[in-house]
Each structure stands twice: as structure tokens, then as C-alpha cells.
């Protein structure tokens, strides 16, 4: 009988630092690297995520306004129990949110600003959590890269 090696991530979640509810899917660290600008897409339509689904990246020059508070970086495919801000004044951009005016998103379940969606038709398509609102944590075991999220639990 043959066996195979599984090869396995360290896996990790984002929760919200006020109420600790989870923010993520479970996701892997990945190296950051920085999109070409984004130029002469179709209005209304997303463009490219900086990180793949299923990982995160800590980009070292943090966008918009958030300028002076490092974010980390997560693919909106992943993120969980974030709802859009209740100020409209945080929800501008020319098609969608262009996240220039401040966290725009807020957790679900207190209310607390987590983070940014950045998603115009100028920008690439991301979610940018605020180090200072949300906290990481590795999950308890690691998670089989391929593995489905809920494979097991």
C-alpha cells in the first residue's frame, strides 16, 4: 500500500479585538507583493486581489488614511461578519469603495471599525484589516494545504 505525505500550512484567523468574533476563513501566511496599478479596466468590475483565497499578507506601507496603522491583508472571498459602515462619508469611490476615507467596514457582531474594503474600478480588490482593531491567532492544528475549510470540523 503506497502512502502519500500531506503537506501541511500553519493556518490562522482573524477575530475581532473587541468581541473576538472571527472575521476570516482560516488562511496562511503569504509573502506581500505589490499589484501594477490598475489602469483602463471596465467600470463595475473588480479588479485583481492582491493575496489568492485562503491566505493573508501584512503589507508594509499601509493604505489610505489608515496610513499610520499597519493592516493586514486578506481576500474578500475570505472575510467573515463585516458589514459595510454606517457613516455613507466611508462607503465613497467612483463604482465601488475606494477606502480613501477611512475603515469602512465594521464588525457585525459589536460594531467596532476592523477594516477597509477596497474595491473601485480604479483599485485592486481587497480587504485590509486593521492591526489595531483585530487580533491573529493560529488555529489549533495546521490545515492540510487543498483541504476544504470545514473538511473535519
Not at 57 to 64: C, H, I, N
Not at 75 to 92: E, V, W
Not at 112 to 128: F, L, M, N, P, Q
Request: hydrophobic letters at 35%; one cysteine or more.
Amino acid at each position: 500500500m503506497e502512502t502519500h505525505a500531506v503537506c501541511t500550512v500553519p493556518a490562522f484567523v482573524f477575530s475581532c479585538r473587541s468581541c473576538a468574533a472571527p472575521l476570516s476563513n482560516p488562511l496562511e501566511p503569504r509573502t506581500w507583493r505589490r499589484l501594477p496599478s490598475v489602469r483602463g479596466r471596465e467600470h463595475y468590475t473588480y479588479g485583481p486581489s492582491t493575496v489568492p483565497v485562503e491566505s493573508f499578507a501584512r503589507d508594509p506601507d499601509p493604505y489610505g488614511p489608515a496610513g499610520r496603522v499597519a493592516t493586514w491583508v486578506i481576500n474578500p472571498l475570505d472575510g467573515a461578519l463585516m458589514r459595510p459602515h454606517l457613516d455613507p462619508s466611508r462607503l465613497y469611490g467612483c463604482c465601488r469603495r475606494d477606502g480613501l476615507n477611512g475603515p469602512n467596514l465594521l464588525c457585525a457582531r459589536c460594531g467596532a471599525e476592523v477594516g477597509t474594503e477596497i474595491s473601485d474600478c480604479w483599485t485592486e480588490y481587497d480587504i485590509r484589516l486593521l492591526s489595531t482593531a483585530v487580533t491573529r491567532a493560529p488555529l489549533d492544528g495546521p490545515v492540510a494545504q487543498g483541504q476544504p475549510l470545514d473538511a473535519g470540523r
